[in-house]
């Protein structure tokens, strides 16, 4: 399943036990839980090195439910369909590198050069530039002018593809203007809140199976865990991931109540600390196993492989310090790089 | 009991209204001066607010002294001078105290009578606390004291002194350390302020040359005072990592308010990436810190744990990355302590930056933490 980076059945089963109804609001049929009281699940999904679009399915169904589609996306989900979302937001830095898709009176026009699991998406949320402002809008994989390159993947947890889009009708979009701009930023901020939970689990796993292991392995006569400089190490893990998981459920529970740059700054400071932290951690798991780390028969170098991937999915530490010190600088007036920024939704407060 | 945020509103209002205390640079009259606005605290109810009322405090929580606090330090108003008394070794005495020495000294302490220091470390005994080797020599109903102690904060303005000293030479090291309360003016006490590399003379040398202290000045059992030396340390790792988290999170806020209006000049040059990537580092480490000493709220009352360590060992980490950060935002203008590049006043940030490459020495270095973190709470074997 890992070499795959994901599964249809798992993801079946999943949508059997109800996970992607959690979030969705209960006028739409779901069990209504705010999405910040699902840090625990995703910290959970982290421990267990869940592959597959559990971010989408989660959070698309619960941010879209009361546009025209929120019927469409939460029975997709539910019956284990597979959502995918075009976003630029994904990267600042690289904004570039990823590209962008316009919507003009001729369709949806541009590329994504990297879209999880749109190969395998039923339905694909685009966030698409227009004259006036960012629009939302929502692609059925058989399109006309859509095109979806599947890529090889190192990350365990995650399909990549590149998706483009040559006059591709949009549809009504969901969301457009002022509102557009606000949803964006939501599904961002949250996006980078599930994934900074996810990078805790992954975290706090390795800090597991590395203390068990240093107790076990002996060389010179008695268990490494006796040395000092392992000690330290072990240490500095545990207070670097007890910070991290302490940092995320915060974070969510504050992020339930913000909008605006509030929200965007919280979010952002946890992938940050998540971002640097679970690679730490990861490194430090890595050091202290030893050789049997590095091979492909320990579980180890499928978390790491994850990790590293999901440090970057909305951006590493480097990327959102620069974007929370121009949110903290910048202000409410701040304009922030051409794509992927964090965006400052009209009218909210600072 | 009021709720937090009806107190939250009630501190403000106070000090708001209140006459804010002019900080003399000299540092005697500071110490006159911060005195007395301690007593101002302390009769308007802000001090003790989380001890009992029996103690004379205010008999609230954690959560109370800890907004009381953040309101504190928003205000720019200053910390109570006491903090080693209030924080550190009161905290001890109220726990282990004798009916007499918590009736007695703890009044004064609160209301900034009396200013306490901290008699622990010796230039022998550092990290290794434990091997001492200040003497306390029962004689009669006196113990007499000789020895030496370093690193001692605030001796020099200090009334009282919570003293570890060895009473029991041929006890295992941990079993022959009594804890004792001295009063300052006894004859035979010399204190020499030692000048740090702040500039400040915080810290001093004290000798003891045959110094005489009633037996009613022993803190719990005689030889049984090293689990209430623990318990100091412990209390000073948990509740003073919630005053330094507020005094950053004040600095960073100051810095950033400095930066936006000079971002907002018309003619200002536009801040680099470097400047506002700083700012964020700076941010992102306060939250983490923030997250960790909301949980060291909740399981204050339960006194001090090994948990304290993880939250010492990330305040370490965390605010010499703020204070590291802020003074970066200086450049080559640190040397030049009367320059104001990007508004920041660069003679603050250097001592600040200086300063908090202490935190991770004092309290316990950050290397004791990890031995503390990985044997007591992780359950790994001694070497």
Known sequence: MLERGWSADLLRDAAAQGWFSLAVPEEVG??????????????????????????????????????????????????????????????????????????????????????????????????????????????????????VEELDSADPGSRFARVTFDECPAGQPLAAGAAATELVGRLRAWARLLLACELAGIARHLLTITLDYVQQRKQFGRVIGSYQVVQHTLA??????????????????????????????????????????????????????????????????????????????????????????????????????????????????? | MIDLDTYRTNVRAWLRAADMPVVPRDLDKRFAVLREWQRTLFDAGWIGIAWSTESGGQGLTAQHQLVFSEELARAQAPQPIGLIGLDVVGPSIDEYGSEWQRRTLLPRLLSGEDIW??????????????????????????????????????????????????????APKHQGISYLLVDMKTPGITVRPLVQMTGDREFCEVFFDNVRVPADNLVGEIHAGWPIAIHTLGTERGVYTLRRRVDAEVALDDAVAELRQRAALPDGVPLSERFLATLGKATVALRALDAQTRRTVDRLSAGPTPEDSVDKLLLNGIEQTVYGCLADLLGPFRSTPTSRPLGLEAERWVHEHLYSRAASIYGGTSQIQRNIISQRLLGLPRG
């Open chain 1, 236 to 350: 500095t893990m545990h207070a670097s991931t007890s910070s991290l998981h302490n940092l995320c459920l915060s974070a969510a529970a504050d992020a339930g109540d913000q909008v605006g740059r509030e929200l965007e700054v919280t979010a952002a400071a946890a992938k940050a600390y998540a971002s640097e932290t679970a690679r730490q951690v990861s490194e430090d798991a890595l050091q202290m196993h030893g050789g049997i780390g590095f091979t492909a028969e320990h579980e180890l170098h499928w978390y790491y492989k994850r990790a590293l991937a999901a440090r970057t999915w909305y951006g590493d530490e480097r990327e959102l310090e620069l974007e929370i010190g121009r949110l903290l600088i910048l202000g409410p007036d701040a304009v922030p790089p051409q794509n992927g920024g964090l965006r400052q939704p009209a009218g909210a407060t600072s």
């Open chain 2, 117 to 170: 220091c901290q008699g622990f470390s010796e230039p022998e005994a550092g990290s290794d606390l434990a091997s001492l080797r200040t003497r306390a020599r029962l004689e009669g109903d006196t113990f007499v004291v000789s020895g030496q102690k370093v690193w001692t904060s605030w001796a020099a303005q200090a009334d009282w002194c919570a003293l570890l000293a060895r009473s029991d030479d041929g």
């Open chain 1, 30 to 147: 779901g069990l209504g839980i705010a999405l910040g009281e699902l840090a625990p699940v995703f910290v959970a999904l982290g421990e267990h090195l869940v592959p597959g679009p559990l971010l989408e399915n989660v959070l698309l169904p619960a941010l879209f439910a009361d546009t025209a589609v929120g019927e469409r996306l939460v029975a997709t989900v539910e019956r284990g369909g597979v959502l995918a979302m075009a976003d630029p937001g994904i990267s600042c830095a690289w904004s570039a590198e990823v590209g962008r898709v316009r919507l003009t009176d001729r369709g949806l026009s541009g590329s994504i050069g990297l879209v999880r699991f749109a190969a395998q998406a039923d339905l694909l949320l685009v966030v698409a530039d227009a004259p006036d402002g960012p629009h939302v809008c929502l692609v059925e994989p058989g399109a006309a002018g859509l095109f």
